[in-house]
């Protein structure tokens, strides 16, 4: 009952809901790429614990291309009793004619007239409208940009302003908010399977063959009283494209050139990498293509990183089988 109700996700965009408190200079607390595959690196095993610990491993990677992202909008919200509320908006004065498929866009409009109206001392938060530029990307298959909220976090609030009235109507790179060797939490909408049986969704057991008819459903749906039937009796139902978040991912590389990781013949069904990419340890939730959300992790203080991870090759070789 952990992920339940195990329903379709609202948007391919993952909504992020929860932010940490950070301490240090401003900055952006959330980024956006998309998911080109999968390859292998070498890297020197920095865990001291373990039983390779100083020696050569090989460790799966996932590549994200990570375009940069523009801001179009500075969103303050203060406290009231029915939590956070818009206190106001002040938005850039040039945006992408693409992002006029998303939204409407104002034909005239003054930031500077926004900004003055507005009052820093009532503002208890600070954070920013970014949008993608999926156009910069070869293996993306839209025009239309993905906008989402960032939290400007660090620093106090009249900080947090200046840095996103600094920012406003311009690029942000994937630099702005993290860098090797750091920890950040993955969120991403997974795999979509479709409307599945309960075995496969929620792995019960295949009944006898001496059942009456069948043997991939539930053996019973529970007792006479309450007179319904309760949400735990497993079902079927949809399987997959459920927004998921895994924590405490390893950034083990940030590059500008994605020609270097590009493997040869291209990702398979994603094609070349032409923009500045990261290397994730592990796998990222999310078929290729997928929009993938990074933020600074929730749970940051469970581990201790000892050393900065160490590569010494990345696999270039084909994806397509030959």
């Known amino acids: 009952m952990a992920y339940s109700p195990r329903k379709r996700a609202r948007k391919e965009v993952p909504h992020l809901a929860s932010w940490p408190e950070i301490s240090g200079g401003s900055k952006l607390q959330s980024f956006a790429g998309y998911k080109a595959g999968m390859t292998h690196v070498l890297m020197v095993d920095f865990n001291p614990h373990s039983t390779t610990a100083g020696q050569e491993i090989q460790v799966p990677v996932t590549v994200i291309e990570t375009p940069p992202m523009r801001v179009a909008a500075v969103r303050l919200y203060r406290e009231s009793a029915q939590g956070l509320r818009v206190y106001g908006e002040v938005w850039a004065k040039s ?30 938060e600070v954070r920013i409208l970014t949008y993608t530029q999926p156009k910069l990307v070869r293996g993306i298959p839209k025009k239309e940009p993905d906008l989402m909220e960032t939290r400007i976090g660090g620093g106090t609030i009249e900080e947090r302003a200046e840095y996103a009235k600094a920012i406003l109507g311009k690029e942000v790179t994937f630099s702005d908010f993290a860098g090797e060797g750091q920890l950040v939490d993955v969120v991403a909408i997974t795999k979509g399977k479709g409307f599945q049986g309960a075995v496969k969704r929620w792995g019960i057991k295949i009944l006898s063959h001496k059942d009456s008819k069948i043997r991939r459903r539930v053996g019973t749906l529970g007792t006479f009283t309450p007179g319904y039937t309760r949400p735990t009796v497993p079902q079927a139902g949809q399987v997959g494209y459920h927004q998921r978040t895994e924590y405490n991912k390893l950034i083990l590389k940030v590059g500008e050139d994605g020609a ?25 939730p999310g078929p290729c293509k997928r929009l993938v959300r990074f933020r600074d992790p929730m749970r940051a203080d469970r581990v201790k990183l000892v050393e900065q991870p160490e590569l010494t090759y990345v696999s270039l070789t084909s994806k397509q089988g030959a």
């Open 260 to 284: 270097e990781i590009t493997p040869d013949g291209g990702f398979l069904r994603y094609g070349e990498v032409r923009n500045s990419y990261l290397l994730i340890k592990g796998s990222v």
């Open 95 to 124: 945006l992408d004619r693409e992002l006029a498929g998303r939204l409407p866009l104002p034909k005239r409009y003054d930031p500077t007239a926004a900004w003055a109206r507005l009052n820093l001392a009532d503002v208890d």
